[in-house]
């Protein structure tokens, strides 16, 4: 694994979320009932962080609509 040198990737990284452990974070339906946590789903915020309807709940990302799950 390689470690990121450069000055300040650490504060590019604080920044960022998953949407797994965001409340506006939903799992599409599926036939079983249940889903994986690397499952897609979507934002419920209205619009999603980079436009589009799926969201990976494990990607991080930068997002103005985040809110942590209680």
Known sequence: MQV??????????????????CSHFSFFPNEKGHNRPQALGRCLAGASWDGNRGQWPLLLHPCP??????
């Open 4 to 21: 990121d040198q450069r000055k300040g990737a650490r504060e590019a990284t604080e920044n960022l979320v998953r949407c797994g452990q």
């Open 65 to 70: 609509n985040f809110n942590e799950k209680s």
